[in-house]
């Protein structure tokens, strides 16, 4: 148990819907990432926050947002949903910001969008 | 651009055979760490190890070790004597000293081993 909590575990829906993901980093952890995981496109790195600011950008579409809260809870909001966003989405967190901490990953929420 | 390849696929072994995962990375950055993360059945990603790109220095943990060298760019994972629990997928990531931590991985090796 890396202390990384996602819900939910799972999660189905249908075309043109919005859903949205949670993510509680580990204790003390103030940076968390979110990352997508499809057959596709492989392990893909979204969005990075830290303490509330977003920190980093990957290729993550604008029908997705996110955010991180007081707490450093985390939220990815997935809009306007198509088939092919259909994946594993991870959340990640790290004590700080930079290269030099390891990121502890959460058991994913996996998304089926029909 | 920073690139991690992973040219095995897939690789099959029978309990208690050694098996070496293969981990190529491209990056221009003089600072860098390599990852390994586990990917077990169960679907959550593990970490196992971390190496700065300053420290060449093998390392060994149970029936794991690594072997980084910076002449061939490479970050190579080795299981010894294997066991049915070390099915898995196998994921190389690099991390750059100016991505703020943003990970790029490999495309993952898949091992199973046979009883």
């Known amino acids: 148990d890396s202390g990384v909590t996602q819900t939910p575990k799972h999660l189905i829906t249908a075309t043109g819907q919005r859903v949205t993901l949670r993510c509680s980093p580990r204790?003390?952890?103030?940076?968390v990432y979110w990352y997508q995981q499809s057959l596709d496109q492989g392990l893909q790195f979204l969005i990075q926050y830290y303490n509330g600011e977003e920190r980093a950008k990957g290729n993550i579409l604008e029908r997705f947002s996110a955010q991180q809260f007081p707490d450093l809870h985390s939220e990815l909001n997935l809009s306007s949903l198509e088939l092919g966003d259909s994946a594993l989405y991870f959340c990640a967190s790290s004590k700080t910001s930079g290269t030099l901490d390891t990121q502890y990953f959460g058991p994913g929420t996996r998304l089926t969008v029909l | 651009a920073q690139k991690v390849t992973q040219a095995q696929t897939e690789i099959s072994v029978v309990e208690k055979e050694d098996v070496t995962l293969d981990c190529v990375y491209e990056?221009?950055?003089?600072?860098?760490?390599l990852f390994w993360y586990k990917q077990p059945p169960s679907g959550e990603l593990v970490f196992l190890i971390r190496?700065?790109?300053?420290?060449?220095q093998n390392e060994i943990s149970g029936r794991y070790s690594w072997n980084f060298q910076k002449s061939t760019s490479s970050f190579n994972f080795t299981i010894t004597a294997s066991q049915v629990v070390d099915s898995a997928v196998y994921f190389c990531?690099?991390?750059?000293?100016?991505?703020?931590?943003?990970?790029?991985f490999g495309q993952g090796t898949i091992l199973t081993v046979h009883p």
């Open positions: 990531a690099l991390s750059i000293g100016t991505s703020y931590g943003k990970l790029t």
């Open positions: 990056t221009r950055d003089t600072t860098y760490y």
């Open positions: 204790s003390g952890d103030l940076s």
């Open positions: 190496r700065n790109s300053f420290d060449e």
